[in-house]
């Protein structure tokens, strides 16, 4: 853990889009893993999506059994979902919305919404050991419902920050930075430990990594485009740097 207290939880989801693109076993996401854990990482991010589009359950076994930091088992609410969490017990995991037809989550998961539902489904992954954490929009109903649901942890969406950030549009980062910011705040008020991630890069990360009450940043598809270019460890290290120099 870093010495100010603020996480970085590496997602490793695109080694398996690029093992997937051409078949075989080659790149290994666990092996991905265990180097993003010798360079610093804090936790490592996995999404086991409904159509095995990058993370196979193969890849959940290797991580569970070979990890010596917390793996963060990313899925959507669904029964098949539940049981494989169950069969793992991994330290967290994180409930996300999921569609077939998106590229990637498009956006936070609707906790007011469905409740009793979510109430209900979350019981016994909590009662197996798991900090269940809701994958939400920065908007106070959304970390209410999170809370009445007795959910420990929210990762708020960041999405349109980064993508406000990647596009220029200096307006939009700003307003999508302030929701950030007062539900951050909120969210820690109400004693609910929040997290951030989805599409933070080194330019986009450190106004994120300031705020006192975000206790993990979870960065996956940015660093591993890095990592071909600087490799696993450089990538990681530098973002590493840059939280620790924006917290501290």
């Not at 076994?61 to 494989?84: C, H, K, V, Y």
């Not at 549009?169 to 302030?178: G, T």
């Not at 910011?181 to 990594?209: D, K, N, R, W």
Request: net charge negative; aromatic share 4%.
């Amino acid at each position: 853990m870093s010495k100010n207290d603020l996480r970085l939880g590496v997602n490793i989801d695109h080694v398996a889009t690029v093992r997937n693109a051409r078949g075989g076993t080659t790149p290994d996401p666990v092996r991905a893993a265990l180097l993003a854990q010798k360079a610093g990482a804090d936790g490592i991010t996995a999404h086991l999506r409904e159509d095995r589009r990058h993370i196979i359950d193969s890849d959940i076994d290797g991580l569970m059994a070979a990890l010596d930091i917390p793996l963060n088992f990313e899925m959507a609410a669904t029964e098949e979902m539940q049981a494989i969490a169950l069969r793992h017990k991994p330290h967290a995991v994180c409930l996300v919305p999921e569609k077939r037809e998106e590229r990637t989550t498009e956006g936070g998961l609707d906790v007011a919404a469905n409740d009793n539902a979510l109430a209900a489904y979350i019981a016994p992954l909590a009662a197996a050991g798991s900090r269940v954490s809701m994958f939400i929009a920065a908007d106070q109903a959304q970390l209410d419902a999170s809370h009445r649901i007795g959910a420990p942890v929210v990762e708020l969406h960041a999405g349109a920050y980064s993508d406000a950030w990647a596009e220029e549009r200096w307006n939009d980062r700003d307003e999508e930075l302030r929701k950030i910011t007062e539900m951050a705040a909120y969210g820690h008020s109400i004693g609910l430990e929040v997290h951030v991630g989805h599409g933070l890069s080194y330019e986009s990360v450190a106004p994120i990594a300031a705020l006192p009450e975000v206790k993990e940043l979870n960065i996956g598809h940015f660093l591993m485009g890095e990592a071909l270019f600087r490799g696993m460890e450089g990538a990681i290290v530098e973002m590493r740097r840059l939280m620790d120099e924006a917290r501290g």
